[in-house]
């Protein structure tokens, strides 16, 4: 499922399986990006004659958006696919629409899918360089790439650092990326929420299991919250979101446990006084807009890497 592994490896569908030196040349290309983005000075030559087309099985803003200006910042032609979702069965309407793209004769396909595998079962059938942009609760690894990025520029380091990810890891394809991602780097990861939620099977993941946040957050130093994912769950796994937050949301109190200045995280988008109370999420802890402007650079490191030294379709 790696990508980036052999030298002629032109899909990014998850992290599970990377090693650090794969993944730090791409980071360092992703923060090249970041500053060019700052300064303005990115240039548009990257992608030039290269077709790239958003697949978007699922909703998403930030995402789908994300690619888009990272697709076209690099002067990439841009299309958006907003495929409603059907009823027919799955495995046909991927392998038709894969029919399709290679007809279009596409370089570039970023897809989401509700999923899991959807992204890889396309990867095999079309000519194209396929990036996962979230499929089921399989893996989200871009995002975990723009987390890592981010954690990078205020730590300095991964080595020892504690990352708690807290709330509906069960899910969440963005906390398995991140945990595959952070543990590889030498974080010690810590997942934290109610057993509904965090069974303990994750602990075959390489992170220890906490089912408070007043363990699950002490000596912390970079807190990540999840949305709580309903649209994925089968009802009872959650009380209500009342009693959710008294219980597992992060507020002032809460964060204080954590180490001084642990960073705060969210993938988004928040449910504010869900899994996060917005004087934290707006708080100088937060790096919440910076992941976002981090993703922007990642998705431009990853497009570049994938097409780098491949004839245009
Ligand atoms: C995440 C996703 O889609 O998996 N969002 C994102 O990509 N920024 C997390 C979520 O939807 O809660």
Redesign the pocket.
């Known amino acids: 499922m790696a990508s980036f592994s052999g030298r002629h490896s032109r899909h990014l569908l998850g992290l599970q399986g990377m090693t650090p030196d794969q993944i730090e040349p791409l980071l360092d290309l992703a923060e090249s990006y970041a500053l060019l983005n700052r300064s303005r000075k990115v240039p548009r030559d990257v992608l030039r004659g290269r077709t790239l087309i958003n697949l978007f099985f699922e909703d998403?803003t930030?995402?789908r958006t994300s690619f888009e200006l990272a697709g076209k910042r690099l002067g990439a032609d841009v299309i958006n696919m907003s495929v409603a979702q059907s009823s027919v069965n799955k495995g046909e309407t991927l392998l038709d629409t894969a029919a399709t793209l290679n007809a279009m004769q596409a370089d570039l396909l970023v897809v989401r899918h509700s999923q899991s595998g959807a992204p890889a079962l396309l990867a095999q059938k079309v000519e194209a360089c396929v990036v996962n942009a979230?499929d089921g609760t399989h893996e989200?690894p871009t995002?975990a790439l723009l987390d890592a990025l981010t954690i990078r520029r205020h730590c300095g380091r991964f080595a020892g650092l504690t990352v708690a990810i807290c709330g509906d890891v069960a899910h969440?394809?963005?906390a398995r990326s991140d945990i595959h991602l952070l543990t590889t780097m030498g974080c010690k990861v810590r997942v934290v929420g109610p057993p509904t939620l965090v069974p303990n099977g994750f602990k075959s993941l390489g992170v220890e299991v906490f089912h408070t946040m007043e363990e699950g957050l002490r000596g912390a130093d970079v807190v990540m919250m999840?949305?709580l994912?309903r649209e994925r769950m089968s009802s009872g796994q959650i009380p209500s979101a009342r009693e959710y937050f008294r219980f597992y949301g992060l507020d002032q109190r809460r964060l204080a446990l954590a180490n001084k200045d642990a960073l705060v995280m969210h993938?988004?988008?928040m449910n504010r006084g869900v899994e996060i109370d917005s004087l934290v999420a707006d708080s100088d802890q937060s790096v919440i807009q910076e992941q976002v402007e981090m993703g922007v650079a990642v998705r431009m490191a990853v497009l570049d890497r994938l097409t780098r030294g491949r004839h245009s379709a």
């Open positions: 998403s930030r995402t979230g989200h995002q969440s394809r963005v999840l949305r994912q993938p988004g988008p």
